[in-house]
């Protein structure tokens, strides 16, 4: 029985570790495309954006014009379509009740930050003055509203507590050592993944 049917535009399957558990996920044909592209990190620093070492960027965040304001930490990932707000646009709703004062009142501002070895899902939302810590997880779709404490994964609208990052390399781990995780090592060594 095959696990993994062959898919267009792919050329069979990449091995690599999250938390240090065997992962594998398809590898696509084209290295230069615009989800993998190395540069992307270094195009982020051009701009402004503190990137640590082996930063992953997929796809093109959403960016504020404060650059400047954003931190993310070594070792992470950030997915497709990850928006970070560091400000709040919500001040121009209330221009016509303050007039007078609000033209010299700036927008409230506030700095991002994404510690080390993290990851960001798909079309994440991480709003103004919010400290990702190291080791943690936020699900694909989640809206960060305030701190995530080291070693967590956060997921929801607004984002909260799911479970530990151990709690999640545990359940990894167990997958890993089934009978179906075997089925797909065989067929990743038939593959060419590794030798």
């Known amino acids: 029985m095959r696990i993994f049917n062959k898919k267009k535009g792919y050329d069979g399957l990449r091995e690599f570790f999250l938390f240090g558990i065997k992962v594998y996920s398809y590898k696509r044909k084209n290295k ?16 402004g954006v503190i990137i640590g070492d082996n930063v992953k960027i997929w796809g093109m965040p959403n960016l504020p014009t404060e650059y400047f304001f954003i931190e993310i930490g070594d070792n992470s990932t950030i997915s497709s379509n990850v928006t970070f707000l560091t400000h709040d646009g919500s001040m ?29 899902g798909i079309n994440s939302i991480i709003l103004p003055n919010v400290i990702i810590g190291n080791n943690c997880v936020i699900g694909a779709g989640s809206v960060v509203t305030k701190n995530v404490p080291d070693g967590e994964v956060w997921a929801g609208n607004p984002a909260r507590f799911i479970k530990t990052t151990k709690e999640l390399s545990d359940k990894f781990e167990i997958i890993m050592n089934s009978k179906q995780q075997a089925e797909l090592d065989e067929f990743a060594r038939k593959q060419g993944v590794y030798k």
């Not at 989800?35 to 195009?43: I, Q, S």
């Open 92 to 120: 121009n709703a209330c221009r016509e009740y303050y007039k007078g004062w609000y033209e010299t009142i700036p927008s409230p501002l506030g700095k991002i930050k994404v510690g080390k070895n993290c990851f960001v």
């Open 32 to 47: 230069n495309s615009e989800h993998n592209n190395p540069n992307k990190a270094e195009l982020l620093k051009s701009m």
